[in-house]
């Protein structure tokens, strides 16, 4: 498990208030609070430490090459490069990686942590934007160019966030590989189809383009063919993902093998000519299935901003537990959310309630088919696995939801701000009595 420590970087001032200021980042993370208090940059710095620890690990980069320059780079494709102040201080503990920033020392380390080098998966990273409503113009938007009154040409597609443009990678991959026949959304009977370069959307019988589907199915369709796709890729038997590496990558693992035994290396080629057929029983396939682990993703980090924007209640219920049953596949995948929703954060309360009547309930069926049709089994999440955290946009602190009967407590920012309208209106009712008859 990682955890991270944030001081007086943009929004976030004091940071966690316990243990240290050190937050653990669990198989399933939950950042609620305000606009500006922090949430999607507290996720960004778990994203971007996150692929540090990736790249440090499978030989990318070397320890030596990461300095300040170098993370403050990184923090712009981030969006994040305003928010250093003279006394920053971050830190992040990997699965095998330790990394720290302070500003006041001008001082950044990165290394790998060797005795803990054994037990890393290496996980496919995925940062979903609030933005991502713009990827169903995207692709007509990269075509575009528009001349200024001086005669300059001006490429559209470089207003396009990064982080925009990074999501819209995985998009298409995942449209060109789900989308083809139909690719079911989990709400309102539809479906959104991929063909001849067009995307469109089929909603009870109905045809019609996805740039004028409704905003809620522009916003969940990148969200959930992504995750979709993602989450099956890495579930993949590694022979099997080989199939698909990149010329470049797939170099790289020749060079690294041959190091190691050059026959390896030759095994290697041969699986990715011809398939895994040309293993034999005599081949140390665990072996090279280790190797090429450290190569070849296995795991996935969801990072997901706002899943409940533009959405009904009900359709936020089955997107989560979507997102819930994708991280679920593997142990070592995690997933990381900002909301506003305080529906988001009680429908996490059912699945981790879900998952304590199931096992109250042993070998009986019918209680379990009861539960199952609140919340589906693959979607169940034990309490242990959860860390809700909440960020305040005033003091810039923030603090762990805490637990009551098993369960996250309902005294969090979110319902409260829900429960504020019922005072709100015994204020006006009272008001309304002052008016007499």
Same mark, same amino acid.
């Given at each position: 498990?990682?955890?991270?420590?944030?001081?007086?970087?943009?929004?976030?001032?004091?940071?966690?208030?316990?243990?240290?200021?050190?937050?653990?980042?669990?198989?399933?993370? !939950?950042?609620?609070?305000?606009?500006?208090?922090?949430?999607?940059?507290?996720?960004?710095?778990?994203?971007?430490?996150?692929?540090?620890?990736?790249?440090?690990?499978?030989?990318?980069?070397?320890?030596?090459?990461?300095?300040?320059?170098?993370?403050?780079?990184?923090?712009?494709?981030?969006?994040?490069?305003?928010?250093?102040? #003279?006394?920053?201080?971050?830190?992040?503990?990997?699965?095998?990686?330790?990394?720290?920033?302070?500003?006041?020392?001008?001082?950044?380390?990165?290394?790998?942590?060797?005795?803990?080098?054994?037990?890393?998966?290496?996980?496919?990273?995925?940062?979903?934007?609030?933005?991502?409503?713009?990827?169903?113009?995207?692709?007509?938007?990269?075509?575009?160019?528009?001349?200024?009154?001086?005669?300059?040409?001006?490429?559209?597609?470089?207003?396009?966030?990064? !982080?925009?443009?990074?999501?819209?990678?995985?998009?298409?991959?995942? !449209? #060109?590989?789900?989308?083809?026949?139909?690719?079911?959304?989990?709400?309102?009977?539809?479906?959104?189809?991929?063909?001849?370069?067009?995307?469109?959307?089929?909603?009870?019988?109905?045809?019609?383009?996805?740039?004028?589907?409704?905003?809620?199915?522009?916003?969940?369709?990148?969200?959930?063919?992504?995750?979709?796709?993602?989450?099956?890729?890495?579930?993949?038997?590694?022979?099997?993902?080989?199939?698909?590496?990149?010329?470049?990558?797939?170099?790289?693992?020749?060079?690294?093998?041959?190091?190691?035994?050059?026959?390896?290396?030759?095994?290697?080629?041969?699986?990715?000519?011809?398939?895994?057929?040309?293993?034999?029983?005599?081949?140390n396939v665990s072996f090279l299935e280790k190797k090429l682990k450290s190569f070849i993703p296995s795991?996935?980090?969801?990072?997901?901003?706002?899943?409940?924007?533009?959405?009904?209640?009900?359709?936020?219920?089955?997107?989560?537990?979507?997102?819930?049953?994708?991280?679920?596949?593997?142990?070592?995948?995690?997933?990381?959310?900002?909301?506003?929703?305080?529906?988001?954060?009680?429908?996490?309360?059912?699945?981790?309630?879900?998952?304590?009547?199931?096992?109250?309930?042993?070998?009986?069926?019918?209680?379990?088919?009861?539960?199952?049709?609140?919340?589906?089994?693959?979607?169940?999440?034990?309490?242990?696995?959860?860390?809700?955290?909440?960020?305040? #946009?005033?003091?810039?602190?923030?603090?762990?939801?805490?637990?009551?009967?098993?369960?996250?407590?309902?005294?969090?920012?979110?319902?409260?701000?829900?429960?504020?309208?019922?005072?709100?209106?015994?204020?006006?009712?009272?008001?309304?009595?002052?008016?007499?008859?």
């Amino acid at each position: 498990m990682s955890r991270i420590k944030i001081k007086n970087f943009g929004p976030i001032h004091g940071g966690f208030i316990e243990n240290d200021g050190w937050m653990d980042v669990k198989k399933v993370t !939950m950042l609620i609070g305000d606009q500006g208090s922090g949430k999607s940059t507290m996720a960004k710095l778990v994203s971007l430490f996150s692929w540090m620890e990736k790249s440090l690990v499978s030989d990318k980069i070397s320890g030596e090459q990461l300095n300040v320059e170098v993370f403050k780079n990184l923090c712009v494709q981030q969006e994040i490069y305003e928010y250093f102040s #003279e006394d920053t201080i971050l830190a992040y503990e990997g699965d095998v990686c330790n990394f720290e920033y302070d500003e006041s020392k001008k001082y950044f380390k990165g290394e790998i942590v060797t005795e803990r080098h054994k037990n890393y998966i290496l996980p496919k990273i995925q940062y979903v934007s609030a933005a991502r409503n713009l990827l169903t113009i995207l692709y007509s938007i990269s075509l575009q160019n528009i001349i200024d009154k001086a005669g300059n040409i001006i490429d559209m597609s470089s207003n396009i966030p990064f !982080m925009v443009r990074d999501l819209n990678i995985e998009y298409m991959k995942a !449209m #060109e590989r789900l989308a083809k026949k139909g690719y079911a959304l989990p709400i309102n009977d539809t479906s959104v189809y991929y063909q001849n370069h067009n995307t469109f959307v089929v909603s009870k019988g109905k045809r019609i383009s996805m740039s004028a589907a409704s905003s809620g199915v522009q916003s969940i369709t990148p969200l959930l063919i992504v995750s979709s796709y993602l989450s099956g890729e890495v579930q993949k038997d590694i022979f099997e993902k080989i199939q698909n590496i990149d010329t470049n990558l797939k170099n790289r693992i020749e060079q690294e093998l041959s190091k190691e035994s050059e026959s390896l290396s030759n095994k290697f080629k041969q699986i990715y000519s011809f398939g895994k057929g040309v293993l034999k029983e005599s081949d140390n396939v665990s072996f090279l299935e280790k190797k090429l682990k450290s190569f070849i993703p296995s795991s996935f980090i969801n990072i997901v901003e706002e899943p409940e924007q533009n959405l009904f209640p009900s359709s936020q219920q089955k997107v989560l537990y979507s997102l819930l049953e994708h991280n679920n596949a593997i142990d070592s995948n995690k997933l990381i959310v900002t909301t506003h929703s305080p529906y988001i954060i009680n429908y996490l309360m059912l699945a981790i309630k879900a998952l304590e009547i199931e096992q109250k309930a042993g070998d009986n069926k019918d209680i379990k088919s009861k539960i199952y049709e609140i919340v589906p089994e693959k979607a169940l999440i034990p309490l242990q696995s959860v860390a809700i955290y909440e960020l305040d #946009e005033k003091t810039g602190n923030i603090s762990c939801l805490e637990n009551t009967m098993g369960l996250p407590s309902n005294e969090n920012y979110l319902n409260n701000e829900l429960g504020e309208t019922n005072t709100l209106f015994s204020n006006l009712m009272e008001i309304e009595d002052l008016c007499g008859e």
